[in-house]
């Protein structure tokens, strides 16, 4: 009941219970299919931002596709490589967070964590908006309604969540693998075609190449090279949940790990080759994945197909931020960076208050992108590259500090990998800083401000509380128990019995003001008290204002200040009616002494609720 | 502190102190001046409201203006000879609710009620809309936007009565007498006058006259008799404000009331005479009262003193239902038909319940309305006309249980009032009833039934009380204090004493459920417990279900069945810090376990707050 939780308190929701037997774990392959979800529904909107950054120089721009879309596949292979190492040193899960937290302390962490839950939030953002428009691409009569059409997959993804679902990593195993198959099927036949079969989707759109076309330079590779690696979102998910492997963990992890990036990489390169050899162009209101399944399958019911999996996929990736950030915010809270109330799951309060944040903030995002994917990404960019670049830099420090066989080797890799997420980090923010970026630029240092300021507000708290000391032994006081009557009815009598079993001393009190009306009711409740005569005296409270609270409550001052060790208690008796309507008919008396004394003393406040049936 | 109030304990707000001495009462003049405010209002609406209905049969129709008005003028004439009588009757005060509680019973005083109610919240409407259309017809740039100009009214007077005004019936003199007074001007200049002096106002706006004429009719004629009569609303301020009269008081209110009346016939009759001199004809967004301004004394600055002076005194009139409509509420609270919550004063909240519901309202209708005055005149005189007529069938009562000198002719004026309000009432609601009327039919009969609902609620809740039966004497029963807790810091020693206090017996419980980190949590606990040793028992409850309250709960219950004459108490301890933003840090669990116990037991519920600084 103490505001303060000393230790944690809660299995973390993402590790399963420990009574479940080794064959409800994952294999490789079972693993790689459940987990990597987020990282296939990248697909569907990272080489379309490569394709819009090049377009500002026409043409010519987008014949860089393919080598651009390599050195992400590059960077991948880093991520991969990196990330193989993390799943060794790190066997019981966590991302940057827990990284951080070990090898690079607390500040650090804070800002991996701060970045983590802006990636939750624009996660859904993006997925949401990507979604709707794989959609919009099939149906284009639905895209002026984009931005209604997100909110209500948000407003269904929410109301999903907060019904509470049965978390379960297998049930995302057939999505996945209808989606992956799917693209493999659509690039696969494209690269037997040497033309497009259709561009009946994209035709009568307007092209979104560039008027004025700039020339193609360094910097206009780096905005497009950041931009893509926003399909590179996803690849840690499978290193957070190491725990849900079968044993050997770290062995079957790694091997899922190497599998995402292998299907991931041959998706990226497979697509961006067919952007070239079919040579499209972005065109606004038609995804460029729905323009190569145009191409490659036409537009037939293979079309159909793709755009419904990429939009069910997209949905279902939006739909693991709701999973996954009430539980970073659990850790939070337990680590005293965030209010407790996070981490308390009793009745499932936790849950509620978590997704309808992450839903409330999302709604703003769409709103405020107007639900276009192109302007989010970048924005999600930056924090998953935050993330990426802190947990190589933990690593390097973890290595390190192990300097185990060939650690110079590991660490130099992870380093390499946080030169390069950390430059991608530099690049987006500097490229797209006035077109959202800055809102990113403020937020996060806001967010590790509001950490370090909950934590040390909970340190003060525990250093008053006496937090880890054995604090003195409980004694017994004179106990005095106040109570406020009005009239002489069943529930005074009640409340005088309940008083005399709490207190040494009852007293009743009433509060009265001079006016004739008032005077005449006090008379006649002090003769029908004296007639009673119930062996408590009734204390009469004179004030001028017409207020109830504080005549009672200066009496409880008054009392504790001139009879010292006295434990002063005010029990108020209230009629409870069983019939929810007719509470409305009870005045508000009880609340309002309550808040008087509340506020004004230390008295312990008893409420007795009188049930009438 | 009970949920009931036997007696009644306030002064009515519109009683003055008792130790106010009669020099600060009002004389027959003052009286008349500062109490006729709304009656003197409603010629601003009520002229127009004739003449709307009369152009339904054109030119020809608008010839029986005169007569109609000298008809409203002969009912006035009735009406104030009756209102005299319920002054000589009632010198306490107290409208057609109180006439209709001594007189006619329950039933039909809560009628009364709800149609004081309706006419409270129509009057606001009604004021603000014929206010605004003051000023839109001095400058007609604003008429578009009339709606929103009506709800910054609303806002305006809102604001004002919800910081708590002075309320002196003496600020409405000049306000008063400056309307009074530049009606009169009009009147006389235009009685000298043969044609408008200009027309500058109504001309370029469409006419109100309709397109297919019909014939004058009876029907016809009882509808604008009707509609005209809304002018007669305020009639009866004077009767409820006898107190306020200095002695001898009936004389003193006689003499206002009879001056009331005369005054509002000469200004209603003397502008019906303009309206036929001058052949006015309504023009759609120019009140017929800015025409008369115009054709009497000119465009000119005469013309806008008035349109300002009727502006701020219809806004005068809508502040009035804000002082008028809390004191009926409270009286009906005080009787036991509306929850007594709006009978407490304590800390001025009656005010702001009473201040906000009726501004919601008024703004509801503001809308409904678009603005237009003359859609809500016919609601309003339903309300008003019902009012009337219960008042003066209740003084034909009076008068036949009196049976004093001449009770014949008395009963017989009474009754004759009585037939033309109720006839009056009939025609509106009948002829109005698809425009809005309806809405008064059903919510007028609700209202009566919401007031009867609760008299029985609060009779049931009475009679379960005992109340006025001398209620058993009290008893001290084995009380046994229970104490959640969940660490070991000074909070739980704070907790213990309080406890220790309270009880015979204490005993500690802690929730645990079955997983490792939490089992490890509790043994560390339960460590430290025997170590510290402070003589309370600390009770394990497993539960299986993440869930706190509940366990607690079933434990209370459990102890109140298997330990007879036992008062179980639940002392919930709670950290309370000063700085008010860290109170969001608290989790919530002492909420939890307290609305869990509330809910499934009857146990006392104690909360201690510990201040941290």
Redesign the interface.
């Known amino acids: 009941?103490?505001?303060?939780?000393?230790?944690?308190?809660?299995?973390p929701a993402d590790e399963e219970?420990?009574d479940t037997g080794e064959r409800h774990r994952l294999t490789a392959l079972a693993g790689f299919a459940a987990l990597s979800l987020d990282a296939m529904a990248s697909v569907a909107y990272g080489p379309e931002a490569i394709v819009l950054v090049l377009a500002a120089a026409d043409a010519h721009g987008l014949g860089f596709t393919l080598p651009v879309t390599l050195a992400i596949a590059a960077l991948l292979a880093v991520l991969v490589a990196s990330y193989r190492q993390v799943i060794a040193a790190f066997p019981d899960g966590g991302g940057s967070y827990a990284v951080a937290k070990t090898h690079l302390g607390a500040r650090t962490s804070l800002v991996a964590a701060a970045s983590l839950v802006l990636d939750y939030v624009l996660n859904v953002a993006v997925a949401v908006t990507a979604g709707v428009a794989a959609l919009t691409s099939a149906f284009p009569g639905l895209y002026d309604d984009r931005v209604w059409l997100c909110l209500a997959v948000l407003v269904l993804v929410t109301a999903v969540n907060l019904r509470g679902i049965v978390e379960s990593a297998r049930a995302f195993i057939v999505p996945t693998v209808v989606f992956v198959g799917s693209i493999f099927v659509l690039i696969a036949v494209g690269l037997f075609r040497s033309a497009p079969v259709s561009t009946a989707t994209a035709d009568g759109h307007a092209s979104a190449l560039a008027d004025n076309a700039t020339s193609v330079g360094t910097l206009l590779l780096l905005k497009a090279f950041a931009s893509g690696c926003s399909a590179l979102t996803g690849v840690e998910a499978i290193a957070n949940a190491v725990p849900s492997f079968r044993a050997p963990r770290v062995k079957r992890a790694q091997r899922a790990e190497v599998a995402l990036g292998a299907v991931l990489g041959v998706m990226l390169i497979g697509l961006s080759v067919l952007i070239s050899r079919f040579h499209l162009e972005p065109v606004q209101g038609v995804t460029v994945l729905a323009q190569l399944a145009d191409a490659s399958l036409g537009h037939n019911w293979a079309f159909y197909v793709i755009q419904f999996a990429t939009m069910i996929l997209l949905a279902l990736s939006a739909n693991t931020s709701f999973g996954g950030l009430p539980v970073l915010l659990k850790l939070l809270a337990r680590d005293n960076y965030l209010?407790?109330?996070f981490?308390?799951?009793?009745?499932r309060?936790v849950h509620r208050h978590g997704v309808l944040a992450l839903a409330a903030v999302s709604a703003a995002l769409l709103v405020f992108s107007g639900g276009d994917t192109n302007t989010l990404v970048p924005l999600f960019a930056i924090g998953v590259f935050v993330g990426f670049t802190v947990a190589q830099v933990g690593m390097v420090r973890h290595w390190r500090g192990e300097r185990g066989t060939g650690w110079r080797g590991k660490a130099l890799l992870n380093g390499f990998g946080a030169v390069l997420t950390g430059v991608a980090a530099v690049v987006v923010t500097a490229s797209k800083f006035e077109e959202g970026a800055w809102l990113i630029v403020i937020t996060l240092p806001l967010l590790v401000l509001a950490f370090e300021t909950?934590h040390r507000?909970?340190a003060h708290?525990g250093e008053?509380?006496?937090?880890g000391r054995?604090?003195?032994?409980?004694?017994?006081?004179?106990?005095v128990v106040i109570?406020?009557?009005?009239?002489?009815?069943?529930?005074?009598?009640?409340?005088?019995?309940?008083?005399?079993?709490?207190?040494d001393e009852v007293r009743a009190v009433t509060v009265c003001?001079p006016?004739?009306?008032?005077r005449?009711?006090l008379h006649?409740l002090e003769r029908?008290w004296a007639?009673?005569?119930?062996?408590?005296p009734l204390v009469r409270l004179t004030c001028e204002r017409?207020?109830?609270?504080r005549p009672i409550a200066a009496y409880v001052r008054d009392v504790s200040a001139t009879e010292p060790d006295t434990?002063v208690?005010v029990?108020?008796?209230?009629?409870e009616?069983v019939r929810l309507w007719?509470r409305?008919?009870?005045?508000?008396?009880?609340a309002?002494?309550a808040h008087a004394v509340?506020r004004d003393t230390?008295a312990?406040?008893?409420?007795?609720?009188f049930?009438?049936?």
């Open positions: 009941m103490t505001v303060l939780t000393v230790q944690p308190d809660e299995t219970p420990p209010p407790h109330v981490a308390l799951k009793a009745d309060q909950v507000a909970y708290i008053r509380l006496g937090l054995i604090p003195d032994p409980p004694h017994r006081d004179r106990s109570v406020p009557v009005s009239s002489l009815t069943r529930l005074t009598s009640e409340a005088l019995t309940a008083a005399a079993s709490l207190g003001y006016d004739p009306e008032d005449a009711h006649a029908a007639e009673w005569n119930p062996g408590v017409r207020t109830l609270g434990r208690t029990l108020i008796a209230e009629v009616p007719q409305l008919l009870q005045n508000q008396r009880g309002v002494v509340r230390d312990v406040i008893c409420r007795l609720r049930r009438l049936i």
